[in-house]
């Protein structure tokens, strides 16, 4: 799999497009000043694969991330992740206000593809990776 393309409608404080494709065996290494949203950036990445946890009930008296990565100016609360897997260029499509999950091939929804029971696992099936394997093996946020 590779990564291609964030394009970020409001996560954080990060807006706008992101282009992530740089070559085949592309190792990737984001530099940047302090508080310029690398952190955010990574979570974003994740959240595109895998989801925003907002469960409360587990996380008494702090944020979830679904409430800790909100649009600092308000506004849509999404991203759109466009990958190629295979030979086929996907877009994982989040809206974390709405909780919902699409994947586009083309302009055909095959999110179906990635449903395991009442979940879309879209991480696990493009990786083969649970989220904590793929946090402690392939993914350094």
Same mark, same amino acid.
């Given at each position: 799999?590779?990564?291609?393309?964030?394009?970020?409608?409001?996560?954080?404080?990060?807006?706008?497009?992101?282009?992530?494709?740089?070559?085949?065996?592309?190792?990737?290494?984001?530099?940047?000043?302090?508080?310029?949203?690398?952190?955010?950036?990574?979570?974003?990445?994740?959240?595109?694969?895998?989801?925003?946890?907002?469960?409360?009930?587990?996380?008494?008296?702090?944020?979830?991330? +679904?409430?800790?990565?909100?649009?600092?100016?308000?506004?849509?609360?999404?991203?759109?992740?466009? +990958?190629?897997?295979?030979?086929?260029?996907?877009?994982?499509?989040?809206?974390?206000?709405?909780?919902?999950?699409?994947?586009?091939?083309?302009?055909?929804?095959?999110?179906?593809?990635?449903?395991?029971?009442?979940?879309?696992?879209?991480?696990?099936?493009?990786?083969?990776?649970?989220?904590?394997?793929?946090?402690?093996? +392939?993914?350094?946020?």
């Amino acid at each position: 799999m590779r990564l291609v393309r964030l394009d970020i409608r409001g996560f954080g404080q990060l807006r706008g497009r992101f282009d992530l494709e740089s070559g085949e065996a592309a190792v990737g290494l984001l530099l940047e000043r302090n508080e310029a949203g690398k952190s955010t950036l990574a979570a974003a990445l994740l959240a595109a694969l895998y989801g925003l946890d907002g469960d409360r009930r587990r996380f008494r008296g702090t944020l979830t991330d +679904v409430d800790r990565f909100r649009p600092w100016n308000g506004g849509p609360y999404g991203l759109a992740l466009t +990958v190629i897997h295979g030979a086929q260029e996907l877009v994982v499509d989040r809206d974390f206000a709405q909780d919902t999950v699409r994947v586009l091939r083309g302009g055909e929804d095959v999110t179906d593809r990635f449903r395991r029971g009442k979940e879309v696992a879209v991480g696990e099936v493009l990786t083969g990776l649970r989220r904590s394997q793929f946090t402690a093996s +392939v993914f350094v946020g």
